[in-house]
């Protein structure tokens, strides 16, 4: 019959328990005499906390006065005969202290499932003298991060400009079962150029308790150009899951390994952008006249606008008449919903007045800045003068194709469904040579006054806007 040891446990766990106390409890569990009972074998309810990895997770001491000294080992197991029996550790003393990731390991390796409570027993070894076992019910969390299974690792991925929004890649990953556990695990999506440790990345967006996410041709050809490649050209990317849950224990953060893969760009059209919001003429109006902003002619990702504002939000839209796509701000960055997964935050100025905005959409930068517009020549009327409004040289004489004012910015102005011609076109105020715009890029560009070159215009119909502050000026295409 094996020995008998007298002993007591004390068990200690700090920041583990369900209270979430940061505070050491203590309990002395004393056997009378030699007795091999248990007061109390269901002892605990232990949830590890991930947030104090380092803290202990369970402290153990005994009294052995009939087998003093020798090793003691600190034995566990999933079930009550110790079947398969796992050593937490080995001492000299007559105390035992595991760490809340030490243990926590240990419970996974045994097979326990992460956010599940589960029996654990313990029991202390000297020789061939035993303890009895005392009981916890435990609750680990996950250690092991999400694995990503498709793309596989250097695929390369042809996107298809033909099919914007169909799919165009597939991520996908692996993780434990959240079935039964009660906890939500938020799955984040990032993308970013290789070898960038992901500095700056795409944060593309989030599911809840998946393992997909999936990004059509125009989504992923707008993350790969953001991120600096180049239209119709290969670019390798990477890919990781950012996993985070939130409990009352604190939060769980884990981190996919990145897998790295390439695509092939497609040319993208030209984009038009439209202002929206409190701050400018049509208001949240997504339908109200929104002027556009004005398109660099030599970087079609650069736009700039010269005109009034309210003290108040606005935004950018791809198309009137449609809240998708829009642009706005995430984290600093100037940035559109669908490279983003959901819509961005507005832009906004302090005060009415005067101001510049640039945005890049291929950078993702911006700048808002005031603009002296005080002492700035205001004209009564404006006008088109040109062989593209008759085919022929009678459009240079006659009446100018009128411009109307805008009442919200008296700088402003816009002509709307012009029907043009293939020729040259100028601006000019007061229907009079006396102040004229001209310049040589088509669509878009920069007008200068006294009697610039002519503007290059193809056939079609058109919506014209023109700024007298700046000669910024844009055709936008009626379909």
Known sequence: MKTVLKYAFLIAFAATAITACDNTEDLVLTEPETSFDINSTNFANLVLN???PENPAVTISWNDAENAGGTYEVVMATDAEFTNKVSLGSTDKTNFTISVSELNQMLLDAGLEPYMSSPVYVRINNGSTTTSALTYNITPYAVDAPVITSPEADATIILDGENPDAQALSVQ??????????????????????GSNFEPLTAVGEVTNGGEYNLSNSQLNSIALNLGAEEAADFNLETRIVATITSDTGENMRTSEAVPFTVTTYSTAVTDL?????ATAPGWDNNNNNPPIIRYPDNKNAYSFTGKFNGDAFKLLEVRGQWQPQWGLNNGNFISNETLGSDPDVLSVSTTGYYTLDVNTKTGTYSITPYAETGSATYAAMGLIGSARTGNGDGWSGDDTDFTQSTFDSHLWYANDITLFDGELKFRANNAWDTSWGASTPTSGFATSNNGPNIPV???????????LTGGYIFIAKN
């Open 274 to 278: 439209f202002l929206v919001g409190a």
């Open 50 to 52: 991930p947030s104090f």
């Open 458 to 468: 193809s056939a079609g119909t058109y919506d014209i806007w023109f700024s007298d």
């Open 173 to 194: 990953w692996t993780d434990f079962s959240t079935a039964g556990t009660g906890v939500s695990v938020v799955y984040e999506l990032q993308i970013a150029a290789v």
